[in-house]
């Protein structure tokens, strides 16, 4: 196949992955639900909505909130926020909601959910000329075309309101103009590379340390001459998108160095500064811990993606093995920076043990999937190399091709179960259950008014914004400020598990409270009396 063909399937693909990749929205967007307003899977995705939505508008970052002067811990906000004065604000880093908002304000807010499937096309077809340097064209092309299948790149495209995938889109296309600075010498590319590598990391801030040491790499593999005005040069642009987040940082929570979940955290850090908690966030947030980056490698990576892992797994052995024999020192520099990004991320993330779903277990849509992508797509070349390795010594040209064929199909094939059929958050699942949160959402919107606040363990994401929420209730102290907002504003509360968690503010509180309507077998709506 020659490598005009390569590229001109490259881009087809690309363009029809954009429309697989955005399709989940089409079915759930609120016109198709008969529904005022959009409903998500996640509190993250609900909180990143509403800000993207509320900046492209009004071009503000909060929204006011005068019950949360009534609260002594500002109560009333859901998850995914914080609160500073009475306002609520957004709990993340701003890089992802003001370059969505922005996007959404010159186009319409309806792109928002196309961004990162729009970027992934140009990705795929960077992610292939990078590695086209390295692995030359064979590798290159098939690991840029089992990257439009990969499970978790797939997923989160499909799911666009996370930042990840727009980080790791913005950081393949940055490394790709920064190789290219070097092979044409020209200045521009640089600049490209330092602005998109920098938008990156206004998205996943504390993923610095990583993209620090593989952008390094990425800069000096290629020069011939050792000069230093040109990475000057880069690190100057990369700062430049930083201006408009520390801004936004300043004015929201009174630093450029705070962000959404830090300002609580700094408060209790006896005399520590922004300063002092960024350097933990960079080196070890969640502290060490190798028993659970074990744990979430094993769960998250070995048995959630086998057939990634292994291939990719006997690839990297298959390197080791011939090393000082078959390769050039730009694979090894690869594989040498494969294996320091994956030590950094593994011990940065893996240290951290939690389950974001209510069930309990590892599922793609958990977030250490998300943290653990650029693993998985440095992967690929690895995993395709092994694959021609093998294929390359049998002689048989129909057997080597069906081989190869079965090979193909069977990545497609575990792909497409993991991302649609797979667990309780495949895609399927999630469509079913936000469409079920659209039913509960009418029912309660029915017997609820307009200015009423509605406190829930996990359900603030179906009613948030049209009805105010709080979710932290599950302590006396809680409760006693729950008891000052209802005196003045008609508060409910959904319960989720058979009335007994109405039953622990009846153990725990002077709040009365009466049943307005029951919603299923587990699920019913409490009205607090004044």
């Not at 790149?153 to 889109?169: G, I, K, M, Q």
């Not at 009423?452 to 006693?480: C, G, T």
Request: charged content about 15%; glycine content about 6%; aromatic content about 20%.
């Amino acid at each position: 196949m020659g490598k005009g063909k390569k590229n001109v399937i490259l881009i087809v693909l690309a363009v029809v992955f954009f429309f697989i990749y955005s399709y989940p929205y089409f079915f759930l967007r609120p016109e198709a639900q008969g529904s005022e307003m959009w409903i998500f899977n996640t509190p993250d995705e609900t909180a990143n909505y509403f800000f993207i939505d509320q900046f492209s508008q009004s071009g503000n970052l909060t929204q006011d909130e005068p019950l949360n002067n009534l609260s002594d811990f500002k109560l009333v906000h859901p998850r995914g926020t914080t609160v500073i004065g009475e306002s609520i604000a957004p709990g993340t880093f701003l890089g992802f909601i003001l370059f969505e908002g922005a996007v959404s304000k010159i186009i319409t807010p309806a792109f928002a959910f196309a961004v990162i499937p729009f970027f992934s096309i140009f990705t795929v077809l960077c992610f292939y000329f990078l590695i086209k340097e390295i692995f030359g064209d064979k590798i290159a092309f098939w690991s840029a075309l089992l990257l439009l299948f990969l499970p978790a790149f797939w997923y989160y495209n499909s799911r666009s309101l996370f930042n990840n995938v727009l980080f790791v889109d913005f950081l393949i296309i940055g490394w790709y103009f920064l190789r290219r600075s070097q092979s044409r010498q020209k200045i521009l590319f640089l600049i490209f590379g330092g602005l998109i590598i920098g938008l990156a990391l206004t998205m996943r801030t504390s993923d610095a340390l990583w993209v620090g040491v593989l952008s390094l790499v990425c800069f000096f593999s290629g020069r011939n001459k050792k000069q230093f005005w040109p990475i000057i040069i880069f690190a100057v642009f990369v700062f430049l998108p930083f201006i408009p987040i520390l801004f936004f940082q300043n004015q929201l929570f009174g630093s450029p160095f705070a962000v959404g979940y830090a300002p609580k955290i700094l408060e209790k850090s006896a005399g520590a500064s922004p300063m002092v908690f960024w350097f933990k966030q960079f080196i070890a947030p969640f502290g060490f811990n190798l028993e659970n980056v074990a744990f979430n490698i094993y769960h998250y990576f070995v048995q959630m993606f086998w057939w990634l892992f292994w291939p990719a797994f006997f690839g990297a052995l298959t390197v080791i093995i011939f090393w000082r024999k078959n390769f050039e020192k730009k694979i090894k520099i690869y594989f040498i920076s494969f294996f320091a990004v994956s030590f950094l991320i593994c011990l940065y993330y893996g240290s951290w043990f939690f389950y974001n779903n209510l069930m309990m277990k590892p599922l793609i849509g958990s977030s250490q999937a998300r943290y653990l992508l650029p693993i998985y797509i440095m992967s690929l070349p690895l995993l395709v190399y092994f694959a021609d390795f093998i294929l390359s010594r049998i002689k048989i040209k129909k057997a080597r091709l069906a081989i190869g064929s079965v090979a193909l199909i069977a990545f497609i094939g575990l792909s497409i179960n993991s991302v649609f059929f797979a667990g309780e958050e495949s895609l399927s699942s999630i469509i079913k259950t936000v469409k079920n949160y659209q039913l509960i959402n009418k029912e309660v919107s029915s017997v609820t008014e307009t200015d009423s606040v509605i406190i829930s363990s996990y359900s603030d994401k179906m009613f948030f914004p049209r009805r105010k929420v709080i979710f932290y209730w599950q302590e006396p102290r809680f409760l006693a400020d729950i008891g000052k907002i209802a005196a003045v504003a008609p508060v409910y509360f959904y319960d989720i598990d058979n009335g007994r968690e109405v039953e622990y503010i009846k153990n725990n509180s002077n709040l009365k409270y009466e049943l307005v309507k029951k919603i299923n077998e587990k699920e019913s709506l409490y009205r607090i009396l004044k």
